[in-house]
């Protein structure tokens, strides 16, 4: 692990590779998404509910099976509620021999902090079914499942 970025900075990151895509007519924006990966590692309904722009979910039970698919990133922030699950998470991606020389940090603070200091969450559409208002308590703000390490 890298240590972790702060949502401004991750915010940063992301306008610049927006401007990026913008400029490109299609061939560097699949190796721009690529260069920087955002893993939510919350569960799905969690994610559903809201989450950081361009990530992804990758559940932390699903990490250790799913950590392949990050091969090929430069750099690699990992994301849940705190910011305390995602060290760990980065810590395992980084170990994982797969990754090569990609940075891998964690979001500093989760996604609360990206609410209080950068802004709103994206939400997935209705792909999962009316979660919001029914499941609004369950790992909306926990850590999630507990570390297997």
Known sequence: MDGEV??????????ERDGADGDADGSESDES??????VDIRDRRAFDRGHLPDSECVPFPELTTRVEELAGASRIVTVCPHGIAS??????????????DARVESLRGGVEAWQRDVGELETTDEENGGTDES????GGT????????
Do not use: H, T, V
Not at 6 to 15: N, R
């Open 135 to 138: 499941g609004e308590r369950d």
């Open 6 to 15: 702060d949502p401004e900075e991750l915010a940063a990151l992301l306008d």
């Open 142 to 149: 926990d850590e999630g499942p507990d570390a297997p390490f």
């Open 33 to 38: 998404e690529k260069a920087l990966r955002i």
């Open 87 to 100: 060290r760990q998470a980065a810590q395992l991606i980084g170990s994982y021999a797969g990754i090569g």
